[in-house]
T-cell receptor, first 113, second 113 residues
Framework: GNSVTQMEGPVTLSEEAFLTINCTYT??????LFWYVQYPGEGLQLLLKATKADDKGSNKGFEATYRKETTSFHLEKGSVQVSDSAVYFC????????????FGTGTRLLVSP | DGGITQSPKYLFRKEGQNVTLSCEQN?????MYWYRQDPGQGLRLIYYSQIVNDFQKGDIAEGYSVSREKKESFPLTVTSAQKNPTAFYLC????????????FGAGTRLSVL
């Protein structure tokens, strides 16, 4: 079945550092890929998405590129802020019929001033 | 404002008691979902509904029940058969077509007294 693997956290960075959170997936066909973000005590918000190979999703300075050859969708940001501290979830949905989301376990990011 | 409302924000359950978590959406979405989130773990799907008067079990349905009598509402009952109910519960909805992006509520934190 479909699955998503994320790097374990927490990831601890200083403000303005470069961020990478790794995400790899296993899926048949051509899944769509997502990054969701969860701020403390809140639900999940869609951060960005990509629907086909080589697509780059971007939002709020975050980017991720759909790499089919390496089955990856790594999240990057050039300069993190304290306000980016949250849990980040990588997820995928399949390409046929009604598709449920499959989530990774989440990666906590802690940014210090 | 369109969105998903979960209530209550915090809920306490006594031994042997059933409790019901509310989820209401005004996004006119056909599909709704319930997830359970435990510390350090990803989201696990409890139940989902693609359309009114229909729902399916997810990965961890034992000890839970749902109903979908109205398009806007998808309440979750945590029954006394669920022996470890302490968790953060998230409700989501989607239009059920195409990319099927899910939108989440702010969650309900359930604890056992």
């Amino acid at each position: 079945g479909n699955s998503v693997t994320q790097m374990e956290g927490p990831v601890t960075l200083s403000e303005e550092a470069f961020l990478t959170i790794n995400c790899t997936y296993t899926a048949t066909g051509y899944p769509s890929l997502f990054w969701y973000v969860q701020y403390p005590g809140e639900g999940l918000q869609l951060l960005l998405k990509a629907t086909k190979a080589d697509d780059k999703g971007s939002n709020k300075g975050f980017e991720a590129t759909y790499r089919k050859e390496t089955t990856s969708f790594h999240l990057e940001k050039g300069s993190v802020q304290v306000s980016d501290s949250a849990v980040y979830f990588c997820a995928l949905s399949g390409d046929t019929g009604f598709q449920k989301l499959v989530f990774g376990t989440g990666t906590r990011l802690l940014v210090s001033p | 404002d369109g969105g998903i409302t979960q209530s209550p924000k915090y809920l306490f359950r006594k031994e042997g008691q059933n409790v019901t978590l509310s989820c209401e959406q005004n996004l006119n979405h056909d599909a709704m979902y319930w997830y359970r989130q435990d510390p350090g773990q990803g989201l696990r799907l409890i139940y989902y509904s693609q359309i009114v008067n229909d729902f399916q079990k997810g990965d961890i349905a034992e000890g839970y029940s749902v109903s979908r009598e109205k398009k806007e509402s998808f309440p979750l009952t945590v029954t006394s058969a669920q022996k470890n109910p302490t968790a953060f519960y998230l409700c989501a909805s989607s239009d059920g077509t195409g990319l099927n992006i899910q939108y989440f509520g702010a969650g309900t934190r359930l604890s056992v007294l």
